[in-house]
């Protein structure tokens, strides 16, 4: 991943990241599930926060 994207300052080492498989085949690398938590968490309250009448409608 550090290939694809080499002047980001996100973690791309493959060790931190779960692999998936999408319902086509594909293979892509996420966070793993606890720091999805967390990040939906912040999102969220971010959003209510400053959004307060915004609906967040998709999370993937």
């Known amino acids: 991943m550090q ?3 080499p002047g980001s300052a996100l973690g791309m080492d ?3 990241r ?5 319902k086509f085949g594909s293979v892509k690398y996420v966070y793993p599930r606890e720091r ?5 968490t912040a999102l969220e309250a971010g959003v209510a926060y400053h ?3 915004a609906r967040l409608l998709y999370w993937t």
């Open 3 to 5: 290939s694809w994207y």
């Open 36 to 40: 999805m938590t967390e990040l939906r």
């Open 18 to 22: 779960s692999r998936k498989t999408t």
């Open 14 to 16: 493959l060790a931190d």
């Open 51 to 53: 959004l307060p009448a």
